[in-house]
């Protein structure tokens, strides 16, 4: 099994992936069986800085350190449960000391497996309005919608003061439930993509009009199966 590295950035979507990698672990190995994993995260204060300026070099450097570190602690590849900081990924990737999984590759490939064809884009202002998505998407020939400007604005603010320190409220639940049912009456998207690694904390399949495409569980899935490729080879 190759050692997971998780390079953090919100303490509350590093800890959902790092769980459902120990978790979902067992069905692959057995009762408390799960691959050796190492996480380490700069404070999102830090990033917050260079993201807030565009500034995506001076966010790929954080990721380099995280990234040099996990490979001093034995990781064997990288994963970044964070979809907006994957912004700066391509300029990490050809200076990284190991390989990287990249989340909208994961989303994508899994709505193409499910048979979706036009998928509503939830997240970070900056994520939503980047090409972390479109282009990923457009390589599986995939639509997406986004929300509206005042969407984007509240959703940003949802995840920013409540859902990264762990506040989950029913009113912005309700928020959610809102705007993904628009996109999917006006919009007519047949799956929602939850971009931001917290989403799936307070939007769950059970009160989404449409299916949601969980970033978050599976991108540690992919970690899992990419994890176990060697051994199962042998």
């Not at 070099?57 to 490979?71: E, H, P």
């Not at 990781?75 to 979809?83: G, K, R």
């Not at 990490?92 to 990287?100: D, F, G, K």
Request: glycine share 6%; proline share 6%; charged share 25%.
């Amino acid at each position: 099994m190759k050692h997971i590295g998780i390079v953090g950035c919100s303490a509350e979507g590093a800890a959902l992936c790092y769980r459902t990698i120990c978790v979902e672990g067992e069905h692959y190995l057995g009762k408390h069986g799960h691959p050796e994993v190492s996480l380490h995260t700069h404070p999102l204060q830090l990033y917050m800085q260079p993201i807030d300026l565009g500034d995506w070099q001076g966010v790929a450097d954080l990721m380099l350190d995280s990234a040099r570190k996990l490979a001093m602690a034995g990781a064997e590849f990288l994963i970044c449960p964070d979809n907006t900081i994957h912004q700066a990924l391509p300029i990490v990737r050809p200076q990284s000391p190991l390989p990287w999984l990249h989340i909208a590759e994961v989303v994508a490939e899994e709505a193409v497996s499910k048979g979706y064809k036009r998928l509503a884009l939830t997240g970070t202002k900056y994520l939503v309005e980047s090409q972390v998505y479109p282009e990923k998407l457009a390589d599986q020939g995939l639509e997406f919608r986004r929300p509206t400007e005042a969407e984007r604005t509240e959703i940003n603010r949802i995840i920013f003061d409540e859902l990264v320190r762990a506040r989950l409220l029913p009113q912005s639940r309700d928020y959610f439930v809102q705007v993904i049912t628009r996109l999917a009456k006006e919009e007519h998207c047949d799956a929602v993509i939850l971009g931001c690694t917290e989403i799936p904390l307070i939007v769950t399949p059970e009160i989404s009009p449409i299916p949601t495409l969980d970033s978050t569980r599976l991108l540690a899935r992919a970690a899992l199966r990419y994890s176990l490729e060697e051994a199962d080879a042998g």
